[in-house]
């Protein structure tokens, strides 16, 4: 059983993490778990001295009001954000694309922490850019100002985000093989596009040498 001096330590702890940390559900479970073992852990001490321990009492009684409220603060915000991709994933299917990128603008902006939101969101702003031109080559007209600008914005959205999920997860190959395929449909268009893309795809390859796919991906990029 935790000491008192321990709970605290643990509670403060987990406070910290709260605040500096990005939210995830073991954390927040971790931390009721410590909460809970704190009210079992207290009812076990004999205060001697009710009047000299009043306001530590108190004192712990606000922090953890203060701690459950922060804790269900971010659950929430981590429940939305996941209900939000949920949606866009649904609207993917559906074949959505405007439903889908509003729905992936809302999850990030309610956490904009997981990896797969911003890889998601990048290849949802290329594809939606490339409707466009699309649209316009079987019409058969040029692009007027509008869609130029909203083809431009998605082009610049799916780089940086992109570029977002890889400082999310900077060891995972997916996130690295996302921003090379990003920095692949440049190729022609964009100076250094070609560099870019060997970098990303290299920076991939280390971290995941027995992938096949990877390699293959690079030689066709040469």
């Not at 909460?35 to 953890?64: C, D, F, M, P, Y």
């Not at 780089?159 to 440049?186: C, D, G, H, M």
């Amino acid at each position: 059983l935790l000491t008192h001096l321990d709970t605290r330590i643990a509670l403060l702890l987990a406070l910290l993490v709260l605040l500096l940390l990005p939210p995830s559900l073991p954390v927040l479970v971790t931390i009721v778990a410590v909460i809970l073992l704190s009210n079992h852990n207290q009812r076990t001490i004999v205060i001697h001295s009710a009047k000299n321990n009043e306001w530590l009492r108190l004192v712990h009684a606000g922090g953890h009001i203060l701690l459950a409220l922060v804790g269900l603060f971010f659950l929430t915000r981590f429940y939305l954000a996941h209900i939000a991709f949920g949606n866009a994933v649904s609207s993917l299917d559906k074949n959505d694309g405007t439903a889908t990128y509003t729905a992936l603008i809302k999850a990030v902006s309610i956490n904009p922490y997981p990896s797969v939101f911003h890889a998601t969101l990048s290849q949802t702003s290329l594809s939606l850019a490339a409707a466009i031109l699309n649209r316009a080559s079987d019409a058969k007209q040029p692009l007027n100002d509008k869609d130029k600008q909203l083809v431009t914005d998605f082009y610049q959205q799916a780089i940086r985000e992109a570029k977002f999920a890889v400082q999310r997860a900077p060891t995972s190959v997916l996130s690295w093989e996302n921003l090379a395929n990003i920095y692949r449909s440049f190729l022609g268009v964009a100076a250094n596009s070609d560099q870019w893309t060997i970098a990303a795809l290299s920076q991939a390859i280390q971290l995941d040498p027995t992938n096949p796919l990877l390699r293959v991906q690079l030689g066709n990029v040469y």
